[in-house]
């Protein structure tokens, strides 16, 4: 056992948990380590997967099965003909000059091949909150935290690896596998993020050194391993500010190298099959294979979490009375009504907190635009640039380098100019609006007439690329780091579950509504309007939000909530007897 565990384990004796089996142990460096490798595993299938092949991958295989609006008779991709240097898919040019749209039968409908994208997407995030909205209760209980991040991971991983199986002829297979793979990532990163208060009130540098100035109650609450002290510290917040955004830049940063690394190799991988018939027989082929990397990559990279993240167990799970005697269907009832219940009251508690439902409000809308611009830009750079997967991969490789640049840049720029955190997230958020109106340059006259700007060229989505990269590189460590201090002790995973409901939840609506514009205006360009308007809404409620009142209203919510660690009987639940019948 190492000093620091020892340490945590003489903390205990002292009486200082405030349940059986608390965690008060000393953040240690092999912990962190044990952090930053889930970020490492599953940023890849975020950046790599959703981010570039998912969208790209989905439109391939049902355009493999789509025929032309114009002419139902004409598919898109023609069949390969052995020996043809040509590449399979076909352009048809309408009366008006524009390209004809791909179209495919899903679900009794016509829909585009761009939007069936953007619809699978919409419904994997929905059920990404339901998900969360179902489990999230019980990882603030027990261990249960990491065997749910263990969980989530490894079925994520296995869904994308079975991409390798999915060909043109059972298209409709890819979004089945698409939904459980982002609501496995969406709920591990979730279940991840909860670790971060943890680790920061047990961190070293966020502890007060004790002195003769300090009084005995004082002492008493740094020796005792408790959180509640350093939340009444008035300087606790700046250190535990600039701790959060130290460790959540370090795991972005880290994250998207990895990613970096894996899109590198998916593009040697591409090269490589451009150089075989096999691409041209299976355009979907190389994306699938790096699909089945990226699965491997999550799991192989998860194993050092489940090695040194340690559980940190939360207060046991609520118990029934005379639990051998109760039947099966009986404590199903029991934990599904405790599930949604300790949800409903995660919601009401939030409710009594207007900074952080300020905060949840601004980034519902932050997470829309943020989500719904990334897959606009691919399905834009595919279908209206007719970008191939190489130059988009390209792409997102000047983005997530970019976005490496961001998340260890903006720390240092922070600390240069005395900027807040919630400064650089406001920041970020009006550069942010950057990107839609470049693509509504493309709208004005007189720029038309250059042929350039406004995303009238290929090369124009690259410096475009690396403005997104610097910008998110900032949101993605701040935007948590700012919400950890509105959570109320002992809530980490079911506020964060929260935090990830009103982030997915909102990414269903801002694609379904490209979806829309695309298969009405059949072109994308006129989302930008959209998005324009989608990113300026968070602004001004970020500008009010007011941190440290926040904070005080979280540690004044958790004083009162010391009765939720008191073990909870069945019979405070009303499940009628006959049911069980």
């Given at each position: 056992?190492?000093?620091e565990?020892?340490?945590?384990?003489?903390?205990?004796?002292?009486?200082?948990?405030?349940?059986?089996?608390?965690?008060?142990?000393?953040?240690?460096?092999?912990?962190?380590?044990?952090?930053?490798?889930?970020?490492i595993?599953?940023?890849?299938?975020?950046?790599?997967?959703?981010?570039?092949?998912?969208?790209?991958?989905?439109?391939?295989l049902?355009?493999g099965?789509?025929?032309?609006?114009?002419?139902?008779?004409?598919?898109?991709v023609?069949?390969?003909?052995?020996?043809?240097?040509?590449?399979?898919?076909?352009?048809?040019?309408?009366?008006?000059?524009?390209?004809?749209?791909?179209?495919?039968?899903?679900?009794?409908?016509?829909?585009?091949?761009?939007?069936?994208?953007?619809?699978?997407?919409?419904?994997?995030?929905?059920?990404?909150?339901?998900?969360?909205?179902?489990?999230?209760?019980?990882?603030?209980?027990?261990?249960?935290?990491?065997?749910?991040?263990?969980?989530?991971?490894?079925?994520?991983?296995?869904?994308?690896?079975?991409?390798?199986?999915i060909?043109?002829g059972?298209?409709?297979?890819?979004?089945?596998?698409?939904i459980?793979?982002?609501?496995?990532?969406?709920?591990?990163?979730?279940?991840?993020?909860?670790?971060?208060?943890?680790?920061?009130?047990?961190?070293?540098?966020t502890?007060?050194?004790?002195?003769?100035?300090?009084?005995d109650?004082?002492?008493?609450?740094?020796?005792?391993?408790?959180?509640?002290?350093?939340?009444?510290?008035?300087?606790?917040?700046?250190?535990d500010?600039?701790?959060?955004?130290?460790?959540s830049s370090?795991?972005?940063?880290?994250?998207?190298?990895?990613?970096?690394?894996?899109?590198?190799?998916?593009?040697?991988?591409?090269?490589?099959?451009s150089k075989?018939?096999?691409?041209?027989?299976?355009?979907?082929?190389?994306m699938?294979?790096?699909?089945?990397?990226?699965?491997?990559w999550?799991?192989?990279?998860?194993?050092?979490?489940?090695?040194?993240?340690?559980?940190?167990?939360?207060?046991p799970?609520?118990?029934?009375?005379?639990?051998?005697?109760?039947?099966?269907?009986?404590?199903f009832?029991?934990?599904?009504?405790?599930?949604f219940?300790?949800f409903?009251?995660t919601i009401?508690?939030?409710l009594q907190?207007?900074?952080?439902v300020?905060?949840?409000i601004?980034?519902?809308l932050?997470?829309?635009?943020?989500?719904?611009i990334?897959?606009?830009?691919?399905?834009?750079?595919?279908?209206?640039?007719?970008?191939?997967?190489?130059?988009?991969?390209?792409?997102?490789i000047?983005?997530?380098?970019?976005?490496?640049?961001?998340a260890?840049a903006?720390?240092?720029?922070?600390?240069?100019?005395?900027?807040?955190?919630?400064?650089?997230?406001?920041?970020?958020?009006?550069?942010?609006?950057?990107?839609?109106?470049?693509?509504?340059?493309?709208?004005?006259?007189?720029i038309?007439?250059?042929?350039?700007?406004?995303?009238?060229?290929?090369?124009e989505?690259?410096?475009?690329?690396?403005?997104?990269?610097?910008?998110?590189?900032?949101?993605?460590?701040y935007?948590?780091?700012?919400y950890?201090?509105?959570?109320?002790?002992?809530?980490?995973?079911?506020?964060?579950?929260?935090?990830?409901?009103?982030?997915?939840?909102?990414?269903?609506?801002?694609?379904?509504?490209?979806?829309?514009?695309?298969?009405?205006a059949?072109?994308i360009?006129?989302?930008?309007?959209?998005?324009a308007?989608?990113?300026?809404?968070?602004?001004?409620?970020?500008?009010?939000?007011?941190i440290?009142?926040?904070r005080e209203?979280?540690?004044?919510?958790?004083?009162?909530?010391?009765?939720?660690y008191?073990?909870?009987?069945?019979?405070s639940?009303?499940?009628?007897?006959?049911?069980?019948?």
């Amino acid at each position: 056992m190492s000093f620091e565990e020892e340490e945590g384990e003489d903390l205990r004796r002292r009486g200082g948990s405030r349940y059986s089996g608390e965690d008060t142990s000393l953040t240690t460096p092999r912990e962190l380590n044990g952090w930053y490798s889930y970020a490492i595993a599953a940023e890849v299938f975020a950046v790599v997967g959703v981010g570039s092949f998912l969208p790209v991958t989905l439109e391939q295989l049902a355009r493999g099965q789509g025929f032309f609006f114009s002419d139902r008779t004409k598919p898109c991709v023609a069949p390969y003909q052995s020996g043809s240097a040509e590449n399979p898919s076909t352009i048809r040019i309408r009366a008006d000059g524009q390209e004809d749209q791909c179209v495919v039968r899903f679900l009794g409908s016509e829909v585009t091949t761009a939007s069936f994208a953007m619809y699978t997407f919409s419904a994997a995030v929905l059920m990404q909150a339901i998900t969360l909205v179902c489990f999230s209760s019980f990882a603030d209980h027990g261990p249960y935290r990491k065997k749910m991040l263990m969980a989530f991971a490894y079925i994520g991983s296995i869904a994308s690896a079975l991409f390798i199986f999915i060909s043109p002829g059972v298209y409709f297979l890819a979004p089945i596998l698409v939904i459980i793979g982002v609501t496995c990532l969406g709920c591990s990163f979730t279940l991840l993020n909860a670790f971060l208060p943890l680790l920061v009130s047990n961190h070293h540098e966020t502890s007060r050194p004790m002195d003769e100035s300090s009084t005995d109650v004082e002492l008493e609450g740094l020796t005792s391993g408790s959180t509640t002290f350093h939340r009444s510290d008035p300087t606790k917040l700046s250190r535990d500010l600039a701790l959060s955004a130290k460790l959540s830049s370090k795991g972005v940063g880290l994250g998207y190298v990895a990613a970096v690394c894996v899109q590198i190799v998916g593009i040697l991988i591409l090269f490589l099959f451009s150089k075989t018939t096999i691409a041209k027989a299976n355009p979907s082929l190389p994306m699938r294979v790096i699909l089945l990397m990226v699965g491997i990559w999550w799991a192989v990279f998860t194993i050092p979490t489940y090695k040194w993240l340690r559980a940190r167990p939360g207060p046991p799970l609520p118990t029934q009375s005379s639990f051998q005697r109760s039947s099966k269907f009986r404590t199903f009832l029991f934990y599904t009504k405790f599930s949604f219940s300790s949800f409903w009251n995660t919601i009401k508690r939030a409710l009594q907190l207007r900074q952080a439902v300020i905060f949840l409000i601004a980034w519902f809308l932050l997470s829309d635009a943020i989500a719904t611009i990334s897959g606009t830009a691919v399905l834009f750079a595919r279908t209206e640039l007719k970008m191939g997967t190489i130059a988009i991969a390209l792409l997102s490789i000047t983005s997530i380098s970019f976005g490496i640049v961001g998340a260890f840049a903006w720390p240092r720029v922070a600390s240069r100019y005395s900027l807040t955190s919630k400064q650089v997230l406001l920041g970020c958020v009006i550069l942010m609006e950057i990107v839609p109106l470049y693509g509504l340059l493309g709208y004005v006259p007189f720029i038309r007439k250059l042929g350039f700007l406004g995303l009238q060229k290929a090369w124009e989505i690259y410096p475009l690329g690396i403005v997104h990269g610097l910008i998110m590189g900032g949101i993605s460590s701040y935007a948590r780091s700012v919400y950890a201090p509105l959570i109320p002790e002992g809530s980490e995973a079911a506020f964060f579950a929260l935090y990830a409901v009103t982030d997915k939840g909102s990414s269903a609506v801002g694609p379904a509504l490209v979806g829309w514009i695309v298969d009405r205006a059949g072109t994308i360009r006129p989302a930008f309007i959209f998005l324009a308007i989608l990113v300026l809404l968070p602004g001004p409620l970020l500008y009010w939000l007011d941190i440290e009142r926040g904070r005080e209203d979280a540690a004044r919510m958790a004083g009162k909530g010391k009765d939720q660690y008191e073990p909870v009987r069945f019979d405070s639940f009303e499940i009628d007897d006959d049911l069980e019948n």
